[in-house]
């Protein structure tokens, strides 16, 4: 077989060998995050410079939030994150408005499908995946959280307390998590037409226990990801974010590779047995400052750690937004 981009990427998704394990790296385009032509020529350029082996879509990180009504100011941002502005829930009472929205009306996932069909206009032999955050984690959003247990979502002052939503009118979380879930599932057919290979499906920071316990969370999340997943048979990559993601829980889902943040507390390494493929290897805070070394070493590590079964190398989360292009280089280079 003469190997290229797609044909390893999907046999290593498949859980198959390939010629060698694959690489790829991302971060946001601040700048570039405002309009599909800017974040297409952004993304686009970042896959060329780098030469990666496949390419994760980097959206605004509120893109979801804002299809169901959230508001922002990108003039502000702290982090990734711009400011909100308003928030659509703020007490149980607002949990009707959350509706199933048309995505064919929807402006900012229309600006999404436009944008994947541009990166594929402008890489038509790389895959390229989409990301989505869970139907859980947008409704955390929805109601002004951060979907991270010691983390505050920037602009929101008063968030409302999401277990008192679920105390107040269970039914209603469920009823909202439903609309929110059956939207994405529409989004993904467009998103497939346009020429994606699948998913990087966010669960963000859901599966920490202080944030909910696990019967919780196979209350409001898992059959709401089931809903979302089903959409699309191809290239699903679930990330778990943050210390305490505990990826093997996901081992179950219909999904083709995990990725979670092996140097966080309490996060297994890449010895974990998995029957999906592994997504992950490098610790993504030290694409900054750190000696390009030390991601040379972290690469070899985790390659050597995985040498008998598919994996894709990558960091454990999204690198800073001023990452040095040495480090990405040596990330890069580090699988030939």
Same mark, same amino acid.
């Given at each position: 077989m003469t190997w290229n981009k797609q044909k390893r990427f999907e046999a290593l998704l498949a859980g198959k060998e390939a010629d060698r394990p694959i690489v790829s790296g991302w971060h946001h385009f601040l700048e570039k995050e405002q309009t599909a032509t800017d974040l297409a020529e952004a993304t686009v350029e970042f896959a060329q410079k780098y030469d990666w082996d496949w390419?994760?879509?980097?959206?605004?990180?509120?893109?979801?939030?804002?299809?169901?009504?959230?508001?922002?100011d990108f003039t502000d941002y702290r982090w990734v994150f711009p400011r909100q502005t308003h928030a659509v829930v703020s007490s149980a009472k607002?949990?009707?408005?959350?509706?199933?929205?048309?995505?064919?009306?929807?402006?900012?996932?229309?600006?999404?499908?436009?944008?994947?069909?541009?990166?594929?206009?402008?890489?038509?032999?790389?895959?390229?995946?989409?990301?989505?955050?869970?139907?859980?984690?947008?409704?955390?959003?929805?109601?002004?959280? =951060? =979907?991270?247990?010691?983390?505050?979502?920037?602009?929101?002052?008063?968030?409302?307390?999401? =277990?008192?939503?679920?105390?107040?009118?269970?039914?209603?979380?469920?009823?909202?998590?439903?609309?929110?879930?059956?939207?994405?599932?529409?989004?993904?057919?467009?998103?497939?037409?346009?020429?994606?290979?699948?998913?990087?499906?966010?669960?963000?920071?859901?599966?920490?226990?202080?944030?909910?316990?696990?019967?919780?969370?196979?209350e409001f999340s898992r059959p709401y990801d089931m809903i979302v997943l089903d959409a699309i048979k191809k290239g699903r990559i679930l990330h778990t974010c943050g210390p305490h993601a505990d990826p093997a829980r996901f081992d179950d889902y219909p999904v083709e590779g995990i990725s979670w943040d092996t140097e966080a507390e309490g996060n297994p390494d890449l010895t974990i047995s998995l029957q999906k493929t592994k997504v992950g290897g490098v610790d993504h805070h030290i694409f900054k400052d750190s000696d390009p070394a030390v991601i040379e070493k972290q690469a070899k590590k985790a390659l050597q750690a995985t040498k008998d079964e598919p994996f894709l190398l990558v960091p454990n989360c999204a690198v800073a937004v001023d990452a040095t292009e040495e480090a990405l280089f040596t990330l890069r280079n580090s699988v030939k």
């Open positions: 390419i994760k879509i980097n959206p605004r990180a509120t893109y979801l939030a804002e299809a169901f009504g959230n508001t922002y607002d949990l009707p408005k959350i509706e199933q929205v048309d995505v064919n009306h929807s402006a900012p996932l229309q600006e999404q499908v436009e944008a994947v069909r541009l990166i594929r206009q402008g890489l038509p032999d790389t895959p390229i995946i989409q990301t989505l955050f869970s139907p859980l984690t947008i409704l955390m959003f929805l109601t002004g959280n =951060s =979907s991270y247990h010691d983390q505050t979502m920037y602009g929101s002052e008063d968030p409302v307390v999401f =277990s008192t939503l679920l105390q107040e009118d269970r039914a209603g979380v469920h009823r909202a998590l439903h609309q929110i879930a059956t939207t994405m599932a529409a989004y993904i057919v467009e998103l497939d037409k346009a020429g994606v290979n699948g998913l990087f499906y966010a669960t963000t920071g859901t599966a920490h226990p202080k944030l909910f316990d696990l019967a919780t969370f196979d």
